[in-house]
C-alpha cells in the first residue's frame, strides 16, 4: 500500500482580498490539542496592520455604498460557506484543545446562525436607529445612520470564531471595513474564515484578517489614526493602552473586559445595538418652502 | 424704450436672476420684526411713513364726496401737531377729476388706478383707453394691474409688451406695476414677475405688490422678494425702480416693519417716497395716533382721529 | 450659466448710512441677580469648603458682576455623594411618569422666569439679549420639556431591550450657551432617571446657579441636580470622580483628548461633543440671498462662539464674486456693541482670552497672505469686541482655514465642482455640521450623504431642535445630543 504524502497548507492571513504573509516573515508555530506542530501562522507586525488599513480604506467607500440588499445577499452567502465547510472549522475551532470537539461543533454553529442573523439586519437597522424628527420649524429633519469607516477589531483568546465573528459582523452590516486581529492562542479558525470571505462575493479589503501577538500589534491598533472606532475584548492593561491612543484622534472606544466570562453565545452580544455602537449619526435640515 | 427680449421659460429666467427660498427669506423677514424703534427714530420713521402713504379709497360706493375727504385727509392727516401730508391720494379713474379739485397743485399727488383694475380681463384697448383718460384727467400716477394669466401661462413677452405699452400711455405720469402677488402664489413667480417688468419700466416706476381686492395682500415676505428684486435690478442697470406695499398694512407696527426691511435692504437712498409708498387706507389714522402718543405721552383713543372707523 | 446680476458697478452701490438711525432700546428688566453665588449641593446654596470666590464680570464693559463660589475637589466630592445617595434613594427609582412631572415643571419655570435669564446670560456671557431672549432660554425650556415626556417611555430607546440608568453623571459645559448647554445636559440625564453634577463654564456660571434656584422652586427633590462652580481643576473632579460613572463634557477637542486620557484606566462611559471647523458650501444654482442669511446666521450668531460656525465658506467660483458683494451689503447693516440693546446683533465677545484668540488668528489670517475685510464699524470704548470680518484668498493651509477660531470671522474660499467641494469640506479632523446651498434635491441628498459631519444644514444653517440629534464624526467628538439617539446616550442597554 503506497502512502501518499500529504500536502500540508500554509496558513496565510487575508487582507485585501489577498492572501498574504506577514511583511516582516515571521511566523509562529502551532500546535494541535495533542501538541504536535500544526503550522507555521504569520505573525504580523504594525507594518501588517498599516497595509490592512489601506486596504479596508480602499474598500470603504465602495462597500458603504452597497445596497443594504446587496449587502445582506453577501452576508448570507458567507453563511452558506461556512456551512459548506463547518466540519472542518470545527476542526479549527477544536484544535486549541480546550474545546471539546462538540463544543466546537457548537461555536461553528452559532457562528454560521450569527452571520444569518446580521444578514438581516442589513436593510432594517436603518428604520430603527434612524429617525424623522419633529422639529419646531418649518423644515424637514432626519436621521440617517453612517458607517464610522475602518473598525480595529481585536478578539479575545477564547471563543476563537464565535468571538472575532461577533466582533466583526455589526461592523460590516452598516457598511464599515474591519482590520481585525484574531485571537493570540487560536488564529488557525481566522485562517480559514478568510478563506470564506474571500468567497462570499465580499469585496476585498472589507474584512481583513491578520494573526500575530495582541502585544505587538495593540499600540498601533491604538494610535493608528485612520482607524475610526476599535471593538474588542481585551484586559486591562490593553484597554488602558488602547483608550489613550483613542483620545489622540477621539476615537470611539467599545472594548469588553478579557479578564471576565463572556458568553459570546448569549443573544444579547447580537443585534442592532451591537450595529448602533459602530455608526455615526447624521442629521440632515431642509426648509419646507414653495 | 429698447426692445426687451423676453426669456422664453421661468427656468431660463431663474437662471439668470436666481430663485427664493421660501423659509430662508421668512426667517429673514422676521429678524426686522425683532428691531426696536424708540423716542427719535420711532418718531422719524412714524413722519416718514406718513409721507410714503398713497390714502386709498377703491370702492364702488365712492362718490365726490368721499374723495373730497380723502383729500382733506390726505393734506392735513390730523388737525393738531406738524404732521406732513401724505404722498397720493388713490382712487378709481372717474374719480381723478374730483381729487384734481381739491388736492390738484398741492404736494399730494393724484394716483389712479387703471386697466380693468383689479382683474385686469379686459381687451388691451379698453385697458389703454382707461389709462389715457385717467392721465387726461390729471392722474399723476397709474397703478396698473399685469395680465397675471400671460405670466402664469409663460407669455412673458406678451406680459411685458403691454406693460410696454401702459408705460407709453402714461407719458409723463409714474407707473405702479401691480403683480397681484398673492395671485403669482410663490415667491420665485414674484421675483421673476418683479423682473419681467422692471426690464419694461422707466426709471422711478414703482413695482406695487397687490391690489387690495384679493385674499392676501403686502406682507414682509413678498415686500422682500421685490426689494431683494429692485436692490439686485439696480446693481446690475443703474435702473432705481421705486415700491409700494399695498393692502393688509394697517398699523403703524407693520409700517415700520416694512421700512426697517427697506432701510437694512436698499438703504437711505430708498427711504423717501419717491422710492417707497404704502398703499393703504386705515394705516394713516393709526400712524397718526402713534405720532400723537409719542408727542403727548398718552394713548389715544380711536375717535380723535378723523374718518377713523373703529366708534367702540 | 452666467448671471447677469453678478456684474455689480460700485458707482451703483448702495447707501447704508445714517438717515435714520436707531436710538438706544436696552434692555431694563431686573435679573434678580444675587452679589454672591454659592455652591449648589444637595438641593441647597452652600459655601465652598476653603471659602474661596472669584469675580465674574460682564464682557461688555468689564465691570464685576458677582462673586462666584470656587469649588474644590471637596466640595466636588460632597455634590457627587449627594447625587448618589438621590440617585439610590429617590430618583433613581422613582417612577418615569413622576420623574417626567419635575421636568415638566422646570420647563415651565424656566419660561417664567425667562427675561430674568436672558439678561442674566446676556449680562453675564455678552451675547446680543435679542439671542438669549429669542433662542437661548426659550431653547433651553424646549429641551426640558421635550425630554420631560421620554421619561416614561424609555423603554422605547432600545427595542427588545431594556434600559437602565448610569447613577451619577458629572457634566462639563462651555461658556458660549450657558443655560442651554446645561439644559441640552440636564433634561436628557434626568428624564433617563440620572442624577447630575454639572460644572458651568468659568465665565458664565450666573445662569446655571440660578437654575439652582429653579430646582428649588420646582421641588425637585434634593441631590438630583448639583451645580460646582470653578475653574478647569472643578471640572477635572468631577470627571475624574469616581462616583461619575458616565461623563458628559461640552468644549474643545483639546480638553476633549484630555479627558479621554484622563479617563483611559476607567470603564466610565463618555459623551463628548468638540470643536468644528464647518464648511458652508454654496453652489451657483443657490437662492443666493438666503445663503446669504445662511451664511451670516452661520458665522456671525453669537459673535461666532458656537462649535458649529460655519466658518469656512466654499462658494462655487462663477458665483464667488456675486455672493462676496451680496456678503458685504448684507454685514454693513450687522449691529455690533452693547449686547443689553435689543437691536444688537453681534454683542461681546465672552473673555479678554477670547479676543486674544480671536484677534491672534485674524492676525494669522493676514500674515499668512489672505485678504481681510471688516465692516469698520465703530466699537465700544470699553469691553471685548470684534468686528465682522471676511477672509478672501484663502487657502486650505492657512490657519483661518484649519483652526477653529471661534469667533465672528469667516474665511472664504472657492471650488469649481462637487466633488472639489466636498473633498476640501471634509479636508479636516473635525466633522461636526456642514452646510449646502442649492435648488437641486438630488445634489443636497448626495453632498448630505457625502459630507463627514454629524449634522447637514441644507439651505439653511444653525437651527436647533430638542428633538434633532446634535453631535460631530471624527475630532468633533461621539454621542449624540437630542432626539432619541441622544437620550439613549444617558442610558445602558441591559
Redesign the interface.
Known amino acids: 500500500m503506497s502512502h501518499r504524502l500529504l500536502i500540508t497548507k500554509t496558513p496565510k492571513c487575508y487582507v485585501g482580498g489577498a492572501f498574504i504573509r506577514s511583511e516582516s516573515g515571521r511566523v509562529m508555530a502551532l500546535h494541535d490539542a495533542s501538541d504536535g506542530f500544526f503550522a507555521n501562522i504569520p505573525q504580523c507586525t504594525r507594518k501588517d496592520l498599516r497595509n490592512a488599513v489601506e486596504a479596508a480604506a480602499r474598500a470603504g467607500p465602495g462597500w458603504a455604498k452597497r445596497s443594504a440588499f446587496n449587502r445582506g445577499q453577501i452576508l448570507y452567502r458567507l453563511a452558506e460557506m461556512m456551512e459548506a465547510r463547518a466540519a472542518e472549522l470545527a476542526e479549527a475551532v477544536a484544535l486549541g484543545g480546550a474545546s471539546q470537539a462538540q463544543a466546537a461543533e457548537r461555536e461553528v454553529a452559532a457562528s454560521i446562525e450569527r452571520v444569518v442573523h446580521y444578514a438581516g439586519w442589513t436593510d432594517k437597522y436603518e428604520a430603527i436607529l434612524g429617525s424623522v424628527n419633529p422639529v419646531a ?3 424637514f429633519n432626519f436621521t440617517v445612520t453612517e458607517p464610522m469607516g475602518i473598525i480595529g477589531v481585536i478578539a479575545p483568546d477564547d471563543s476563537p470564531l464565535l468571538a472575532l465573528i461577533s466582533l466583526i459582523l455589526p461592523a460590516i452590516t452598516s457598511g464599515n471595513c474591519v482590520v481585525a486581529l484574531a485571537s493570540n492562542t487560536q488564529p488557525y479558525p481566522s485562517i480559514l474564515l478568510g478563506e470564506m470571505l474571500a468567497t462570499c462575493d465580499l469585496p476585498g479589503g472589507v474584512v481583513n484578517l491578520l494573526t500575530g501577538l495582541r502585544s505587538e500589534m495593540v499600540p498601533t491598533f491604538a494610535t493608528h489614526e485612520h482607524i475610526r472606532a476599535l471593538s474588542g475584548a481585551v484586559n486591562a492593561a490593553d484597554r488602558k493602552t488602547l483608550k489613550m491612543g483613542a483620545a489622540e484622534s477621539v476615537k470611539r472606544v467599545r472594548l469588553l473586559k478579557a479578564e471576565e466570562p463572556i458568553d459570546w453565545f448569549d443573544d444579547k452580544m447580537q443585534g442592532v445595538e451591537e450595529i448602533r455602537a459602530l455608526i455615526e449619526f447624521k442629521t440632515t435640515w431642509h ?4 | 424704450m429698447p426692445a426687451v427680449k423676453a426669456p422664453t421659460s421661468l427656468r431660463r429666467l431663474f ?14 423677514v422676521a429678524k426686522f420684526t ?9 418718531v ?2 412714524l413722519r ?1 411713513a406718513v409721507s410714503m402713504v398713497d390714502l386709498t379709497t377703491l370702492e364702488g360706493k365712492d362718490t365726490p364726496g368721499k374723495v373730497a375727504s380723502l383729500c382733506q385727509k390726505a393734506l392735513r392727516p390730523h388737525d393738531i401737531g406738524d404732521i406732513p401730508p401724505t404722498a397720493a391720494v388713490c382712487v378709481y379713474p372717474a374719480m381723478v377729476k374730483h381729487a384734481k379739485k381739491h388736492v390738484g397743485g398741492t404736494s399730494v399727488k393724484i394716483a389712479s388706478v387703471a386697466t380693468a383694475f383689479p382683474s385686469g380681463q379686459a381687451p388691451l384697448k379698453t385697458r389703454l383707453a382707461e389709462v389715457h383718460a385717467a392721465v387726461n384727467d390729471g392722474a399723476d400716477e397709474i397703478d396698473m394691474v399685469i395680465n397675471r394669466g400671460a405670466f402664469l401661462s409663460g407669455e412673458f413677452g406678451r406680459m411685458q409688451d403691454e406693460i410696454a405699452a401702459v408705460v407709453e400711455a402714461c407719458g409723463q405720469s409714474t407707473l405702479k406695476v401691480i403683480l397681484e402677488v398673492s395671485e403669482l ?2 415667491y420665485d413667480h414674484i421675483r421673476a414677475a418683479s423682473f419681467l417688468a422692471m426690464r419694461v419700466i422707466r426709471p422711478g416706476d414703482f413695482i406695487k405688490t397687490s391690489t387690495g381686492k384679493t385674499s392676501s395682500n403686502a406682507t414682509l415676505g413678498n415686500n422682500q422678494v421685490m426689494l ?1 428684486a429692485i ?6 442697470t ?1 435702473v432705481p425702480i421705486a415700491m409700494k406695499p399695498a393692502g393688509g398694512i394697517r398699523t403703524a407696527k407693520q409700517a415700520l416693519h416694512f ?1 426697517i426691511a427697506v ?2 435692504t ?4 430708498w ?1 423717501n417716497n419717491g422710492r417707497y409708498r404704502f398703499g393703504a387706507s386705515a394705516l394713516l389714522n393709526d400712524l397718526v395716533r402713534q405720532l400723537e402718543k409719542e408727542r403727548t405721552g398718552a394713548y389715544q383713543a380711536p375717535w380723535n382721529f378723523s374718518e377713523a372707523t373703529e366708534g367702540y | ?1 452666467p ?3 453678478s ?3 460700485p ?7 445714517d ?7 436696552p434692555e431694563t428688566a431686573d435679573p434678580k441677580l444675587k452679589q454672591r453665588y454659592d455652591l449648589f449641593i444637595n438641593g441647597a446654596f452652600v459655601a465652598p469648603k476653603k471659602g474661596s470666590y472669584f469675580a465674574t464680570i460682564n464682557p461688555a464693559n468689564e465691570t464685576k458682576i458677582a462673586d462666584i463660589a470656587l469649588a474644590d475637589a471637596a466640595d466636588v466630592n460632597s455634590a457627587c455623594i449627594a447625587a448618589q445617595k438621590a440617585f439610590v434613594s429617590v430618583w433613581g427609582k422613582m417612577p418615569g411618569k413622576e420623574r417626567g412631572k419635575y421636568l415638566y415643571r422646570i420647563a415651565r419655570l424656566l419660561q417664567d422666569h425667562a427675561r430674568e435669564f436672558a439678561i442674566a446670560e446676556t449680562l453675564d456671557g455678552g451675547k446680543a439679549i ?1 439671542e438669549s431672549r ?1 433662542f437661548d432660554i426659550p431653547m433651553a425650556a424646549a429641551h426640558f420639556f421635550y425630554h420631560a415626556g421620554w421619561a416614561d417611555k424609555l423603554e422605547h430607546l432600545a427595542p427588545g431591550r431594556k434600559v437602565a440608568p448610569h447613577g451619577v453623571v458629572g457634566q462639563v459645559i462651555p461658556w458660549n450657551f450657558p443655560l442651554l448647554m446645561l439644559a441640552w445636559k440636564i433634561a436628557p440625564a434626568l428624564a433617563a432617571g440620572n442624577c447630575v453634577v454639572l460644572k458651568p463654564a468659568e465665565t458664565t456660571s450666573i445662569t446655571a446657579l440660578k437654575f439652582g434656584e429653579i430646582c428649588q422652586e420646582a421641588g425637585l427633590p434634593n441631590g438630583v441636580v448639583n451645580i460646582v462652580s470653578g475653574a478647569a481643576e472643578t471640572g477635572a473632579a468631577v470627571i475624574s470622580h469616581p462616583l461619575t460613572t458616565k461623563v458628559a463634557f461640552t468644549g474643545s477637542t483639546e480638553v476633549g483628548k484630555s479627558i479621554m486620557r484622563s479617563l483611559a484606566g476607567t470603564d466610565k462611559k463618555m459623551t463628548l461633543e468638540l470643536g468644528g471647523k464647518a464648511a458652508n458650501i454654496v453652489f451657483d ?7 446669504v ?2 451664511i451670516v446666521n452661520g458665522i456671525f450668531f453669537n459673535q461666532g462662539h458656537v462649535c458649529c460656525a460655519g466658518s469656512r465658506l466654499l462658494v462655487q467660483e462663477s458665483v464667488a464674486d456675486e455672493v462676496l ?1 451680496k456678503l458685504k451689503r448684507r454685514i454693513a ?1 450687522l449691529r455690533v456693541g452693547d449686547p443689553m440693546d ?2 444688537t446683533d453681534l454683542g461681546a465677545i465672552n473673555s479678554r482670552e477670547q479676543l486674544a484668540k480671536i484677534t491672534d488668528l485674524a492676525k494669522s489670517g493676514v500674515t499668512e497672505g489672505a485678504e481681510k475685510y471688516d465692516t469698520g464699524c465703530k466699537l465700544p470704548a470699553k469691553g471685548f469686541f470684534f468686528r465682522p470680518t471676511i477672509f478672501t484668498n484663502v487657502s486650505m493651509s492657512h490657519r483661518i482655514a484649519r483652526e477653529e477660531i471661534f469667533g465672528p470671522v469667516l474665511s472664504i474660499l472657492t471650488f469649481r465642482t462637487p466633488e472639489e467641494a466636498l473633498e476640501k469640506a471634509n479636508n479636516t479632523p473635525y466633522g461636526l455640521s456642514a452646510g449646502v446651498w442649492t ?1 437641486k434635491g438630488s445634489r443636497i441628498l448626495k453632498m448630505s450623504a457625502q459630507l463627514k459631519a454629524g449634522v447637514v444644514w441644507a ?2 444653517y444653525n437651527k436647533f431642535d430638542p428633538t434633532s440629534p446634535f453631535g460631530g464624526f471624527k475630532e468633533s467628538g461621539f454621542g449624540r445630543e437630542g432626539g432619541k439617539q441622544g437620550l439613549l446616550d444617558y442610558l445602558s442597554v441591559v
Open positions: 420649524s418649518a423644515h426648509p419646507v418652502g414653495a | 437662471d439668470e436672476i436666481g430663485t427664493v427660498d421660501q423659509v430662508g427669506i421668512e426667517e429673514r425683532t428691531r426696536s424703534l424708540k423716542k427719535k427714530s420711532k422719524f420713521g416718514l402664489e410663490t431683494e436692490r439686485d435690478h439696480f446693481l446690475a443703474g421700512l432701510k437694512e436698499l438703504g437711505d437712498d427711504l | 450659466m448671471k447677469t446680476t456684474k455689480t458697478n458707482a451703483r452701490e448702495l447707501v447704508f448710512g438717515l435714520w438711525e436707531y436710538d438706544p432700546a435679542k429669542d444654482d443657490a437662492p443666493l440671498d438666503q445663503a442669511e445662511g458683494a447693516v435689543k437691536n435648488d439651505n439653511t
